[in-house]
T-cell receptor, first 109, second 112 residues
Framework: AQRVTQPEKLLSVFKGAPVELKCNYS??????LFWYVQYSRQRLQLLLR??SRESIKGFTADLNKGETSFHLKKPFAQEEDSAMYYC???????????FGQGTELSVKP | DAGVIQSPRHEVTEMGQEVTLRCKPI?????LFWYRQTMMRGLELLIY????????DSGMPEDRFSAKMPNASFSTLKIQPSEPRDSAVYFC??????????FGSGTRLTVV
């Protein structure tokens, strides 16, 4: 079964601290992994795709197939990073995304 | 491109009434998805279409929910009759193969 697990519902850090939002997945094939961000009462926005290997707003994520993980990291959190973060998996090109339950990141001043 | 456009942004209706949510995907996107977001259940995929054809509607809660995509530029999600437990934010998203989704701004539905 395809599944995405985000073990933390809430992650609270202070400004300037490192952040790691955990994401684990289960899928037997070659997955496409994504991170989406949702700021308060706004639409979900694509943050990262694993195949792009890019850094957006200081965030990076590396696909670890051995550990079946796709953790999202940022070395120095900013208050404006406070939002809901969703990890998602797609099992074939263009098909449906399977979302995790989301992690709320709260960055305190 | 204006992105994925949903209407209305907010809808308040009385229990038992019919509710229709609308979505205009991005031109050229082959896939269209309807999601429901609640605090308790997070993001739930209700149904998705490929080239206007429904592919997977296993997430549609019950017969009160129906969705159509009569052409490549328009889709509707209908709830009839509506119930208070249907209160949620309903998102539409579209995508092309190999790319992530683009979400609409959502419709916040309140059934009283």
């Amino acid at each position: 079964a395809q599944r995405v697990t985000q073990p933390e519902k809430l992650l609270s850090v202070f400004k300037g601290a490192p952040v790691e939002l955990k994401c684990n997945y289960s899928y037997s094939g070659s997955p496409e992994l994504f991170w989406y961000v949702q700021y308060s009462r706004q639409r979900l926005q694509l943050l990262l795709r694993h195949i792009s290997r890019e850094s957006i707003k200081g965030f990076t994520a590396d696909l670890n197939k051995g550990e079946t993980s796709f953790h999202l990291k940022k070395p120095f959190a900013q208050e404006e990073d406070s939002a809901m973060y969703y990890c998602a998996l797609r099992n074939n090109q263009g098909g449906k995304l399977i979302f995790g339950q989301g992690t709320e990141l709260s960055v305190k001043p | 491109d204006a992105g994925v456009i949903q209407s209305p942004r907010h809808e308040v209706t009385e229990m038992g009434q019919e509710v229709t949510l609308r979505c205009k995907p991005i031109s050229g996107h082959d896939y269209l998805f309807w999601y429901r977001q609640t605090m308790m259940r997070g993001l739930e995929l209700l149904i998705y279409f490929n080239n206007n054809v429904p592919i997977d509607d296993s997430g549609m809660p019950e017969d009160r929910f129906s969705a159509k995509m009569p052409n490549a530029s328009f889709s509707t999600l209908k709830i009839q009759p509506s119930e208070p437990r249907d209160s949620a934010v309903y998102f539409c998203a579209s995508s092309m193969p190999y790319y992530g989704y683009t979400f609409g701004s959502g419709t916040r539905l309140t059934v009283v």
